[in-house]
T-cell receptor, first 114, second 112 residues
Framework: DSGVTQTPKHLITATGQRVTLRCSPRSGDLSVYWYQQSLDQGLQFLIQYYNGEERAKGNILERFSAQQFPDLHSELNLSSLELGDSALYFC?????????????FGPGTRLTVT | DAKTTQPNSMESNEEEPVHLPCNHSTISGTDYIHWYRQLPSQGPEYVIHGLTSNVNNRMASLAIAEDRKSSTLILHRATLRDAAVYYCILREGQGGSEKLVFGKGTKLTVNP
């Protein structure tokens, strides 16, 4: 158990819809990262938040957005969903103040768009 | 992003050592070498990291070439639970980008 929790575990929705994925980082971790894992693209970094502020952006679509709240939990919002958005979405957290920056990953949310 | 090259797959027998290679010829002086693994149906899991010297922890050992252009992850006694995809990743040092750039990794199969 990494200490990172993600809800829901599974999500099935239709094209055009909007969903919200939630992540609670390990206690004390200030950084939250979102990754997408699909069969054709592999594991891809989407976005990072540090203590409520956006810190780095990867291959995140404009239809996707994220935020980190004062209690440090984070949400990833996916809108106007397309079939190609079906994937596993992982959240990770890290202790930004540490020297090694290892990231701890949650169990993921499996999104299926039909 | 600095690139790494790993074999697509490797096979091992239970209780034998496993050496997983990684080439990173374009590594810069401040890049750390990180290894993560992903067990089936789970999120990636940190294994080990290093900069220049060889490193050991409870999970594995990391051997880094003197010129830092390659490294080897060593599992001293493979178990069935070690069957996973292993990713070798270069990360910028403190103050640099913290994102992980995953390649395709090496799928390790452990035979009983």
């Amino acid at each position: 158990d990494s200490g990172v929790t993600q809800t829901p575990k599974h999500l099935i929705t239709a094209t055009g819809q909007r969903v919200t994925l939630r992540c609670s980082p390990r206690s004390g971790d200030l950084s939250v990262y979102w990754y997408q894992q699909s069969l054709d693209q592999g594991l891809q970094f989407l976005i990072q938040y540090y203590n409520g502020e956006e810190r780095a952006k990867g291959n995140i679509l404009e239809r996707f957005s994220a935020q980190q709240f004062p209690d440090l939990h984070s949400e990833l919002n996916l809108s106007s969903l397309e079939l190609g958005d079906s994937a596993l979405y992982f959240c990770a957290s890290s202790d930004h103040g540490g020297l090694s920056y290892e990231q701890y990953f949650g169990p993921g949310t499996r999104l299926t768009v039909t | 992003d600095a690139k790494t090259t790993q074999p697509n797959s490797m096979e091992s027998n239970e209780e034998e050592p496993v050496h997983l290679p990684c080439n990173h010829s374009t590594i810069s002086g401040t890049d750390y070498i990180h290894w993560y693994r992903q067990l089936p149906s789970q999120g990636p899991e940190y294994v080990i990291h290093g900069l220049t010297s060889n490193v050991n922890n409870r999970m594995a050992s990391l051997a880094i070439a003197e010129d830092r252009k390659s490294s080897t992850l060593i599992l001293h006694r493979a178990t069935l639970r070690d069957a996973a995809v292993y990713y070798c990743i270069l990360r910028e040092g403190q103050g640099g980008s913290e994102k992980l750039v995953f390649g395709k990794g090496t799928k390790l199969t452990v035979n009983p």
